[in-house]
């Protein structure tokens, strides 16, 4: 089980097999912090209060978390960085609004469905992958995504257009 005091900066547990779910708690964390439960043994929902946290990494890859986590995206989050890979989420990605300071986004591995959201494109990003989904459509325009590899993209429903091929008419 987790718990840590509300003003900690940053929580790192990696790979340390920990099992049972997030708490409640860490949705009262005010300051900047970066969060990152990567590779354990964690499962469950993401709690909803997590989405009015203050974070501004957020990594809980190579986990068994399931669920809707649409609430962790939002215009005015602090989130620059976002891993959810990895895990069992599943919820519709078409009209998560991306927040507007987010630097790398990764989905990879995971049941998320519906296209990408158009702000995509216009995103500043370091790094993306959202390979591995169930996404489909055209990938937004701009240049932005073009320069990312097509690996990034690849293994979903349909999703095509620059970095991948171009969609059928």
């Known amino acids: 089980s987790l718990s840590l005091l509300p003003n900690l900066f940053e929580l790192d547990l990696f790979r340390n097999k920990l099992t049972g779910s997030i708490p409640e708690s860490f949705g009262s964390f005010k300051t900047g912090l970066a969060l990152q439960v990567l590779d354990n043994l964690l499962s469950g929902s993401i709690p909803r209060s997590l989405g009015q946290a203050n974070l501004t990494i957020l990594d809980v890859s190579g986990n068994q978390f399931t669920g809707d986590v649409s609430f962790l995206f939002a215009r005015d ?25 987010l630097r790398g986004i990764d989905i990879a591995h995971n049941q998320i469905y519906g296209s990408l959201p158009k702000r995509l494109g216009q995103l500043p990003l370091s790094f993306i992958d959202v390979s591995y989904n169930q996404l489909c459509g055209p990938i937004p325009k701009g240049r932005r995504l073009k320069q990312f590899s097509p690996i990034g993209f690849a293994h979903n429903k349909c999703l095509c257009g620059p970095p991948l091929p171009p969609c059928k008419k």
């Open 77 to 101: 989050k602090a989130l620059s960085t976002i891993v959810l890979r990895q895990n069992k989420f599943k919820f519709d990605f078409t009209n998560v609004d991306l927040p507007q300071f």
